[in-house]
């Protein structure tokens, strides 16, 4: 069956059962060409976090999307205050949102939470 075809059938079978169904099938194909396609998206970021609830792992997106804000932070007391806030939510042990995350990372982290860059 030559690819529009598939297309179209694709929107009629998951059109109201599925998460992807806000993107037009070029977009979510896409998806699969790159994690960072998926995340740039706003409807492959939601279908992304929904799989990852499902798989009890959402953690790691939020985990993904405080870094990448915080990449794009300029002001020092900002870094600092937004670092504590990922370490607290994410890295440190019992966080609300443990990431998981080895011993040796984890505890370079730790040494050098006080000083963020």
Same mark, same amino acid.
């Given at each position: 069956m030559?690819?529009?075809?598939?297309?179209?059938?694709?929107?009629?079978?998951?059109?109201?059962?599925?998460?992807?169904?806000?993107?037009?099938?070029?977009?979510?194909?896409?998806?699969?060409?790159?994690v960072? $396609?998926?995340? *740039?998206? !706003?409807?492959?970021?939601?279908?992304?976090?929904?799989?990852?609830?499902?798989?009890?792992? &959402?953690? /790691?997106?939020?985990?993904?999307?405080?870094?990448?804000?915080?990449?794009?932070?300029?002001?020092? $007391?900002?870094i *600092?205050? !937004?670092?504590?806030?990922?370490?607290?939510?994410?890295?440190?042990?019992?966080?609300?949102? &443990?990431? /998981?995350?080895?011993?040796?990372?984890?505890?370079?982290?730790?040494?050098?939470?006080?000083?963020? $860059?």
């Amino acid at each position: 069956m030559p690819w529009p075809a598939q297309a179209k059938d694709h929107d009629a079978i998951f059109k109201d059962r599925c998460c992807f169904h806000r993107s037009n099938t070029e977009e979510t194909l896409a998806w699969s060409d790159s994690v960072d $396609t998926l995340l *740039a998206n !706003k409807d492959g970021l939601e279908a992304f976090r929904k799989f990852l609830k499902s798989e009890f792992s &959402e953690e /790691n997106v939020e985990f993904w999307l405080a870094c990448e804000d915080f990449k794009k932070t300029t002001s020092s $007391t900002k870094i *600092a205050a !937004k670092a504590q806030k990922i370490y607290a939510d994410f890295i440190e042990p019992d966080a609300p949102k &443990e990431i /998981n995350i080895d011993f040796h990372t984890r505890n370079h982290i730790s040494q050098n939470i006080s000083e963020p $860059t």
